[in-house]
């Protein structure tokens, strides 16, 4: 089983301030790496997906790169407000016999306070 | 509005009895997806379907049973088999992925399953 690995697992932060998570991965049968965003009581929404080594994805103040030939992705999160609380899953999307599959991470939770 | 339909949203059930966790989807996609949570765990694949009347066990199938009659449906049974059972349960769905395609799931909210 693939093993995703996320860290921090939990992250306070105060209202402005910049963030950042990791999601590390296996290099071997890479085909993307996808982040979610997951708010309590809500379905996990997709944020992005990123396929090529080096790509950089930005959505308003929320931006993600991708390394595969290390096997990692960052996720920024810059001026942090409280409704960017969540937990943030990222996913590699691997090659198999039975078509693609997604191997999640634990994911980060993030709390941005007042 | 289309999505994904999971109800209902907590159960419960007495232990050594098998329920039947409810998934519907009408965005035409081909692929569904049943996944488990348990705290401190990523989410972990149960069985999953790539097109009506097939599909695959998952890394964690023991215990649980699936149909796929219908493209829209994808009921998930949990059995008396399974010996822990009391877990929140992800539905997803996404186009087939095929020739250079990433896999691109969109989720359902969840059951919360709780088994006394």
Known sequence: ILNVEQSPQSLHVQEGDSTNFTCSFPS?????????????????????????NGDEKKKGRISA???TKEGYSYLYIKGSQP?????????????TGGGNKLTFGTGTQLKVEL | ????????KYLFRKEGQNVTLSCEQNLNHDAM???????????????????????QKGDIAEGYSVSREKKESFPLTVTSAQKNPT????????????GGRYNEQFFGPGTRLTVL
């Open chain 2, 87 to 98: 877990a929140f349960y992800l539905c997803a769905s996404s186009i087939r992925p095929s």
């Open chain 1, 65 to 67: 790169t991708l390394n």
């Open chain 1, 28 to 52: 071997s049968n890479f085909y993307a790496l996808h982040w979610y965003r997951w708010e309590t009581a809500k379905s996990p929404e997709a944020l992005f997906v990123m396929t090529l």
């Open chain 2, 33 to 55: 997806y049943w996944y488990r949570q348990d705290p401190g765990q990523g989410l972990r694949l149960i069985y999953y379907s790539q097109i009506v009347n097939d599909f």
């Open chain 2, 1 to 8: 509005d289309g999505g994904i339909t999971q109800s209902p």
């Open chain 1, 83 to 95: 409704e960017d609380s969540a937990t943030y899953l990222c996913a590699c999307d691997i090659l």
